[in-house]
């Protein structure tokens, strides 16, 4: 039988040859299962290995950040999925010292649109860990981890969890079907970009078409931390 790649695999070869990278806002979702007999509890979660290297140098105006050039419109991928109950969380990944989980306002991220002036706004309230989650046996839990950020940033997610008398952090593999290894990467919003890298209308495939209509802006980020309103 011949080999059959499809255009899912294409396009992440695509991607990862070209080293990309979500902007401003990437998201996963995973689910925790509990297997052993005792209660197990999910106290945290956490950014670990995160490198951020214009923190700094980002305020200067003359200073560009390495994602630049081209914006890529993806094509769509697969259905909406089953609508299950889950903990929204997110993390403001660019802001230093802001490495836990946080819990997301119902409704949000709102996704920006930038005809219409609008910007990607996104929510945040209490940290996580005031309101940690317990399973028993054979219950699960579902988690949409968001991850938002200004800067081009590299990271990884771990997850504290308790059970019986141990206490420890476990890795979590948030890298998305193009990248290799556990971790994820962020580039922060550019007011415009070069070029566009979209799908074929005639057909599979990516086309590259200069950005002279100014279609290749992005939303800008309105980042909101409440964690006094309950």
Known sequence: MENVTTWDEKF??????????PIGLYSVRFTVKALKDETTIIQDFRLRDRNCPDGVANAIDDIKRKMHGTLVHPPAVGGPGEDVKRDVLGFQVSQYGETRARIIEPGYPKLGVVAQRTEMEVLFRHRFSSKAVTLEQGDARTFDMYFVSELDCTFGLEMNVTAGNEDTWIPVNISPAWSEGEGAAIAGPESEYDTLARPKADGPGMELARNATG?????????????VTT
């Open 12 to 21: 992440n070869s695509w991607l990862k040859d070209r080293g990309a990278r």
């Open 215 to 227: 279609q290749g802006a992005v939303p800008r980020l309105n980042i909101t931390v409440d964690d």
